[in-house]
């Protein structure tokens, strides 16, 4: 056969260069329950789609060359459920993944082309951080992939964070419209031994950038899961809901049978006191499309809920005040929370629904301190610029500037009312404390006549007389009623994408 040792050297290359780390290292991570690199792309590809860019690359350090297959980054492109995604896959085995000339320049290829070619780019995350001697002295001026986190929304990232993920693999999963953890795993920006060596005082790895860390408190990580491929999964149900890339519209989906089912016991849903809680999770499960309800952020600022779910097929973004959480009052972090949502719908030319049952912003000392005031006004500039459907429903109070936040106020293209609706500049007992300083405890009867006045006027009929609300609605009617309005409110004209105001917005802050 001609060309027999190009055959064979190129054969035991590649070999070489997909062994990883090498047996032991692989075993290891078996053992410990742990996918491997090349797993966990092909976990998260279509079967044999995936094309290798970078399979011969090792460190331009001479003496490393043979330590380095792949220079501990796989990185190429393939498809998921038949679209095309490239995907950067960090391989511990190897160097800790860390970072050095060579893999920066691979994962700089794939992020350019995803986003110069329209589709999706998702990194498999864990990294001990940059390379050293690599990026040592003359390095730093070869290491020229720190400019491509400088990124507009013209195709989503995902990213999953599977171990410690330090240096490029915790920016990459800051700078994405989507970051799923997996318990067990840490990202910060440097490791919690060198942190440990500059505070003067142990800092473990759970207290530095655990899950709860990043779930609970800073918000970066938008799902939490028990394991690498639940991990692998929620990233391709994420994309499922986003178009390839900003200038198409969403996916429409099969309606799985029995979606008009649930609407019908919503009422079972909400307590008939105004005063009484209840989580609005089950009420947008109930008009959504069934199974389609896929919440981001669950556990950070929980008084707003949301998530991406579909409507006859069709994906939309929900946002929701959730009574059963600090009463639906919204504080920092839920507006924080709130902002980024619009940003990644408006992007991706996602429609926003709105369902207000709120209080007002939470006030007080501690609230300014998260600078509350601050993250209300960038809340309420984000949802002025938006492009795409915005549908607005009132389903019980709405109090104050949250009424413009969530949408009123002339700000969303439709807005309806359920009969339970109650609209004011704030809560009419307290307004009336604070007009007239007439306590309930103190003068019960006064306070009640006192607050029939301050309540004269804001419930879903008065709305409705002066066109406040174009419609009063049965909650039973809200499946349908959103259905229709999404449909009226298809972008026609430019092919169901929006103008995309709001692509350049930080993907964290």
Known sequence: MKFERQI???????????????????????????LNVRERIDCLLDPGSFRESGLFGVSYIPEMRESTPCDGKVTGFGKVEGRRVGVVG?????????????????????????????????????????????????????????????????????????????????WHACCSDFCVMRKGSVMAVASPGVVSMSLGREVTPEELGGWQVLAEHSGFADAVVDTDEQAIEAIKRFLSYLPTNSRMAPPVAAVPEGSDEAVKGILDLIPESPTQVYDVRKVIRAFVDRDSFFELKERFGRSVTTALARIEGRAIGVIANNPFYKGGAMDADACSKATDFIVLCDSFNVPLIFLH????????????????????????????????????????????RGFINMGGAGIADEIAAWWTAEVSFMNPRTAVMVVHGVKEEDDPARFNDLLRDMARNGGAYDLAAVYGVKEVLDPRETREYLSEALDVHTLRLS???????????????
């Open 8 to 34: 064979r050297e190129h054969a035991e290359r590649a070999a070489r260069a997909r062994a990883m780390g090498g047996p032991a290292k692989l075993s290891r991570r078996k053992q410990d329950g742990l």
């Open 357 to 400: 049952d709120q209080p007002g912003f939470l006030i007080g000392p501690d609230a300014e301190k998260q600078g509350v005031i601050g993250r209300v006004i960038n809340w309420m500039n984000a949802v002025l610029q938006v492009t795409v459907p915005r549908i607005s429903i009132i389903l019980r109070k709405s109090y104050g």
């Open 90 to 170: 960090y391989d511990f085995t190897v160097k800790g993944s860390s970072s050095s000339y060579t893999n920066n320049r691979k994962m700089a290829h794939v992020k350019d082309v995803g986003g110069r070619r329209g589709f999706p780019v998702v990194f498999l995350g864990e990294s001990t951080g940059v390379r050293m001697p690599d990026i040592m002295g003359e390095g730093m001026g070869m290491n020229f992939e720190g400019a491509r986190f400088l990124r507009t929304r013209d195709a989503p990232w995902a990213a999953a964070v599977l171990g410690n993920a330090f240096g490029s693999s915790a």
């Open 495 to 509: 092919g169901g994408v929006g103008q995309h105001r709001l692509a350049n917005w930080p993907t964290s802050y």
